[in-house]
């Protein structure tokens, strides 16, 4: 029940926030490739790759423009089951886009990750928290170093099957709220965003499934008070125990 509450409280803080200054909508597609497998029984290794499209403010076109390009190998050790400590190195490009007011940029991130998961029958609860090391470059071609922490918490239940096997069928709700600890690249507003996420998954086998929904994300501008509302349409392929060190 307190993780329910906690969820909720969340949510209307999120639409709270919205309330208070002027608002830029856009429509965006989020897409994405999660590939995964075992080193050891406790390491484990990922690469995402992800990209971006998105309208221009006030337009419903969310394939218009180019938006982001994510490339991010990470490592994952299991001190538990229940616990895992993550690390990742990453690019990000950003396109840019004169409509919104979008600089084209990259960015060199690395991360520290702490993941809690709880399971209760056919229900899983995480808490994750992400401190993230930024470099930037910014409007003068210099490489900026901004520290940004993320937390989320997100609940999932299955509503097909007993465990997530072949044809197994989820709900998932998330959210996520960024801390932004200031540059002349990202401003110096502490709130940088919040991300919630309403969808489900399914696996089509046990070591592959598909994940998809709609995110509403609300991004503060970096130099002034107005913030982007970001309506998202979300779609994520997962490929999992790509290796196993009990296979040759």
Do not use: C
């Not at 990922?46 to 423009?65: C, E, I, K, T, V």
């Not at 990742?88 to 396109?95: A, I, R, S």
């Amino acid at each position: 029940m307190r993780n329910y509450i906690v969820l909720g409280l969340l949510f209307i803080a999120h639409f709270a926030q919205a309330q208070n200054n002027y608002i830029n909508p856009t429509s965006q597609l989020w897409s994405e490739a999660d590939i995964m497998g075992y080193v050891t029984p406790k390491l484990k290794w990922q690469a995402d790759f992800q990209y971006a499209r998105q309208s221009p403010y006030q337009g419903l076109n969310l394939f218009m423009f180019n938006e982001q390009l994510t490339i991010r190998p990470w490592l994952h050790y299991y001190i538990t089951k229940q616990f895992r400590i993550s690390t990742f190195v990453g690019l990000w490009y950003n396109y840019g886009i004169s409509e919104v007011g979008a600089r084209e940029y990259p960015e060199y991130r690395t991360a520290l990750q702490f993941q809690y998961y709880k399971t209760s029958g056919v229900q899983l609860f995480v808490n994750r928290f992400r401190e993230e090391f930024r470099f930037i470059k910014d409007r003068q071609g210099a490489i900026e170093f901004v520290l940004r922490e993320r937390y989320m918490f997100k609940y999932q239940r299955l509503l097909v099957h007993k465990s997530y096997d072949k044809q197994s069928l989820y709900a998932i709700a998330l959210n996520e709220f960024f801390l932004n600890n200031g540059s002349k690249a990202t401003g110096y507003h502490m709130f940088d965003q919040n991300r919630v996420f309403l969808g489900i998954g399914y696996n089509f086998t046990d070591d592959i499934g598909i994940e998809t929904g709609y995110f509403n994300q609300l991004q503060q501008h970096a130099h002034d008070n107005n913030l982007d509302i970001n309506h998202i349409w979300q779609v994520s392929l997962i490929i999992d125990n790509l290796t196993h060190p009990k296979k040759t």
